[in-house]
């Protein structure tokens, strides 16, 4: 089993940045695929972004141009970089690996983040 940490949400005005970090215990995490997913109240969980084993990234449409998924094997952490933020993105933010090869899937606890306008 692996478990994941996140950290790094909190409150912020429109048109701030964050950087959420999500640390992973084990040792897949150089193979695993590495994705940031949203929930707000109310509304189904949705991608927001992902990164495989090889750095092949994918955004949602409604975060593209604002948000950088990125991440260090040597540390097992991913990190979101969220900039130019909206109200709208304010949901809670969950950290998920994907170990293809097994199918292992994990998730964080999540980590609320909030944007004011």
């Known amino acids: 089993q692996v478990q994941l940490v996140e950290s790094g949400g909190g409150l912020v005005q429109a048109g701030g940045s964050l950087r959420l970090s999500c640390a992973a215990s084990?040792?897949?995490?150089?193979?695993?695929?590495m994705g940031w997913h949203r929930q707000a109240p109310g509304k189904q969980r949705e991608l927001v972004a992902v990164m495989s084993s090889t750095d092949k990234t994918k955004y949602g449409d409604s975060v593209k141009g604002r948000f950088t998924i990125s991440r260090d094997n040597a540390k097992n952490t991913v990190y979101l970089q969220m900039n130019s933020l909206k109200p709208e993105d304010t949901a809670v933010y969950y950290c998920?690996?994907?170990?293809?090869?097994?199918?292992?899937?994990?998730w964080g606890q999540g980590t609320q983040v909030t944007v004011s306008s």
């Open positions: 998920n690996l994907v170990d293809y090869r097994s199918g292992l899937s994990s």
């Open positions: 084990g040792s897949i995490f150089s193979l695993a695929t």
